[in-house]
């Protein structure tokens, strides 16, 4: 089955520490997408990819770095810059172009003791 | 930049009963999607809508576009319990980025 796999679905860091969240897509998409998530709000866009070897920042891209090696991995660092980091984190992708759908893959929780 | 503002954040409803969800946004947007989200889970596409005019349904939920007045609604018809949910819309324009508001928390009671 197609689809936006994500892992971990929880993961728990120190301060200080970087993590890396993973993000794979079989669903053959151009463009991938990291959002965050706090409670109660609506998600905001950390950074997007639309081709291999190359992305932008987003609205909230301090703290945080990606790569995109592969067409089909899209892997997001939160790093020990990142003030606030505890959040539910979203990967998304689309085919590509103006009015492409975004789908989603079923988030990770980080949170940082 | 687009803004968009969904109102209300909070709506309880009744079974059985009829109501409807507003979506501004504040500048031209090529698109615009509802998602839905359930408590601890990802996003659900629900619509996409490309026009003026636009109009889908599915099931008790319809959403609409009307693009000269920069507003989008989601009409719940007979809501029932398994409604509810986190509702989002999203609104883009000629690139990759969508712009999401901030959500409308239903709730459903018997």
């Known amino acids: 089955d197609g689809g936006i796999t994500q892992s971990p679905k929880y993961l728990f860091r120190k301060e200080g520490q970087n993590v890396t969240l993973s993000c794979e897509q079989n669903l053959n998409h151009d463009a991938m997408y990291w959002y965050r998530q706090d409670p109660g709000q609506g998600l905001r866009l950390i950074y997007y990819s639309q081709i291999v070897n190359d992305f932008q920042k987003g609205d909230i891209a301090e703290g945080y770095s990606v790569s995109r090696e592969k067409k089909e991995s899209f892997p997001l660092t939160v790093t020990s810059a990142q003030k606030n980091p505890t959040a539910f984190y979203l990967c998304?992708?689309?085919?590509?172009?103006?009015?492409?759908?975004?789908?989603f893959g079923e988030g990770s929780r980080l949170t940082v003791l | 930049e687009l803004k968009v503002e969904q109102n209300p954040l909070f709506l309880s409803m009744q079974e059985g009963k009829n109501y409807t969800i507003y979506c501004n946004y504040s500048t031209t947007s090529d698109r615009l999607y509802w998602y839905r989200q359930d408590p601890g889970k990802s996003l659900e596409s629900l619509f996409v809508l490309l026009s003026n005019g636009a109009v889908k349904q599915e099931g008790r939920l319809m959403a609409s576009l009307d693009t000269k007045a920069r507003l989008s609604t989601l009409h719940i018809t007979a809501a029932v319990h398994d409604l509810s949910a986190t509702y989002f819309c999203?609104?883009?324009?000629?690139?990759?980025?969508?712009?999401f508001g901030k959500g409308t928390l239903l709730t459903v009671n018997p």
């Open positions: 998304a992708s689309s085919i590509g172009g103006a009015g492409g759908e975004l789908f």
């Open positions: 999203a609104g883009g324009g000629s690139n990759y980025k969508l712009t």
